[in-house]
């Protein structure tokens, strides 16, 4: 039992990792389903998938990709 409390302690800690939606950059992303912890959505721009960007750099260069797109529309 201890050695599980301390296990999810320090899942806790390498949770730095934010996820950011791959259409967009933004983080405000989140599981579909809980069952189906594979799919992703995206509140911001509706993506919905399987995929999650965790580099915040990556994230930064999608982000502004997609704001000149929404700039040009
Ligand atoms: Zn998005």
């Known amino acids: 039992m201890v050695k599980l409390i301390v296990v ?4 806790m800690n390498t949770g730095d990792k934010m996820k950011f939606c791959p259409k ?7 599981w579909v389903l809980p069952q189906i912890w ?10 919905i998938g399987p ?3 965790e580099d915040g ?7 502004k990709e ?4 929404q700039n040009k529309i």
Not at 24 to 30: A, K, M, P, Y
Not at 57 to 63: C, F, S, Y
Not at 66 to 69: C, E, G, M, V
Request: proline share 0%; net charge neutral.
């Open 57 to 63: 750099k990556m994230a930064e260069e999608i982000r």
């Open 24 to 30: 967009c950059g933004s983080t405000n992303v989140e």
């Open 38 to 47: 594979s799919k992703w959505e995206c509140r911001d721009c509706g993506y």
């Open 51 to 53: 995929l999650i960007v």
């Open 66 to 69: 997609y704001l000149k797109k």
């Open 8 to 11: 999810q302690n320090a899942d």
